[in-house]
């Protein structure tokens, strides 16, 4: 019966630790993808305020230049 209870108490060890594992890795996926989101946000931002400083600076090729960097947020 002591091996049978020993056995219970690894089983539920070991569940317990898978559980852990699993709560650590969706926690830091979560993390990264709240700090990769706000990045592009905050790129985004920045990028739209050089084209506007082009715009108002009549700086065609800087706007062209700018313009072409801000293909890849368009669809966001």
């Known amino acids: 019966m002591n091996k ?3 056995y219970q108490a690894k ?3 070991l569940a317990q630790q898978k559980q852990k594992r699993a ?3 969706f926690l830091s996926l979560a993390a990264q993808l709240v700090l990769d989101e706000s990045l592009f946000v905050t790129q985004k931002k920045k990028l739209l305020e050089k084209i506007d400083d ?3 600076q009549n700086d065609y ?3 062209i230049r700018r313009s072409s960097e801000f293909s890849k947020y368009r669809n966001s």
């Open 4 to 6: 049978h209870t020993s």
């Open 61 to 63: 090729d800087a706007f």
């Open 23 to 25: 709560e650590h890795f």
């Open 11 to 13: 089983m539920k060890e």
């Open 54 to 56: 082009a715009l108002d």
